[in-house]
């Protein structure tokens, strides 16, 4: 069993929290005293995600309400710099990805083999129970260690920042099937529709048509393997494409609409853009005369192995979807540029001393 290496770290130190709609704060959180089974990391680089900007705009993510101060942030890379004690997982020094999941049964049934579906399931950053659970925006968090993804050496971490999103858009073009030889069409080009394009590029699609309502997303997505790109305006053209595969990640019924009748008869759309609650006017009569297979996708599993692989054999092209990196100081700037998708694509926070401003 390995020793873990006993080194000084600070009682706290500073997280990025929403405290309610528009105010969010650096705070001096304490570092959790780890469990056995926990390893501290020093965290590198976080990706600003949609539901960190919904929390800090609105409070609430979906159904998920502050009702207290919450750290945001899941999608992160770093070091560990304390092994558990109990010696299981990475040592010190072991650069990792974080899968934030903590799947957890409830009162309603899920297949047993698709955790992401278990009804108790909880993420890091998330306030969807009470107490919320904390996100890991801040120099140093204590995890599990069944959440720490080992990466090969070598791994730029910056890019590895991307590798929960990505975990997201694999599942989701997983849930098609097999897409070699197809064509295919992306509805929202923001990151998660950008990385579902590398995504069925890696796949071996025919022929992947990206769509958007802004240039800057279309030319991310064209960086990373889409072969046409239409203004998501251009209702006739999308309708045109016939594509045997759908993702729809745009995340409204203006856009699921679109993937609809961009589908080919008989086509499969997957819908990973969370729509706001409550009933959506789409045209479902055209998914029935059609027979379109409609699936929905949410979060992922086992997928993030598949991710971290692709990305040290070099067969997923994603850096692209980087598009700015500000340090944790300025986060608040950093927020309002994730907010604009118009000049955007992911926008990262640096933890280190020495964060950089990249526009």
């Not at 919904?54 to 070091?79: C, D, M």
């Not at 974080?98 to 409830?106: D, E, I, Q, R, Y």
């Not at 923001?190 to 048509?209: E, N, Q």
């Not at 759908?246 to 993937?259: D, F, K, T, Y």
Request: proline fraction near 8%; charge should be negative; include cysteine.
């Amino acid at each position: 069993m390995a020793t873990p290496v006993d080194i000084a770290l600070p009682a706290t130190g500073p997280a990025l929290v929403a405290h309610a709609a528009g105010d969010l704060r650096i705070d001096e959180v304490p570092l959790a005293e780890p469990a056995p089974d926990q390893a501290v990391v020093e965290v590198l680089y976080g990706g600003i995600c949609g539901s960190d900007l919904h929390y800090w705009l609105h409070g609430a993510a979906g159904e998920s309400i502050l009702k207290a101060p919450l750290v945001l942030g899941h999608e992160i890379s770093g070091t560990v710099v304390r092994q558990a004690a109990d010696g299981s997982g990475p040592v010190v020094g072991t650069a990792v990805a974080v899968h934030p999941a903590t799947p957890s049964p409830g009162a309603a049934r899920y297949p047993a083999d698709r955790p992401n579906l278990s009804p108790g399931c909880t993420y890091l950053g998330s306030a969807a129970r009470y107490p919320h659970t904390d996100g890991a925006f801040s120099r140093y968090v204590t995890l599990p260690v069944r959440m720490l993804r080992p990466l090969p050496d070598g791994m730029d971490l910056r890019t590895a920042a991307l590798i929960e999103p990505a975990s997201v858009a694999w599942h989701a073009v997983s849930r098609a099937g097999d897409v070699r030889g197809k064509t295919a069409l992306v509805i929202g080009s923001g990151p998660i529709g950008a990385l579902a394009v590398a995504v069925l590029k890696r796949a071996g699609a025919a022929h992947i048509t990206a769509v958007d309502l802004h240039p800057k997303p279309l030319e991310i997505a064209t960086e990373v393997g889409a072969d046409q790109v239409i203004n998501a305006a251009d209702t006739d053209v999308i309708a045109a494409v016939e594509a045997d595969v759908v993702i729809e990640s745009s995340g409204n019924h203006h856009g699921l609409a679109s993937a609809i009748r961009g589908a080919v008869r008989g086509g499969t759309v997957v819908m990973v853009g969370l729509l706001p609650t409550g009933m959506q006017p789409v045209p479902i009569s055209l998914a029935i005369t059609r027979e379109l297979d409609l699936k929905g996708s949410f979060r992922f599993n086992d997928e993030i192995d598949s991710v971290i692989a692709a990305l040290a054999d070099g067969s997923l092209h994603i850096s692209p979807v980087i598009t700015h990196e500000f340090p944790l100081a300025d986060a608040l700037h950093a927020f309002g540029v994730a907010k604009d998708s118009t000049t955007s694509g992911k926008v990262l926070l640096s933890f280190g001393e020495a964060g950089q401003q990249v526009h």
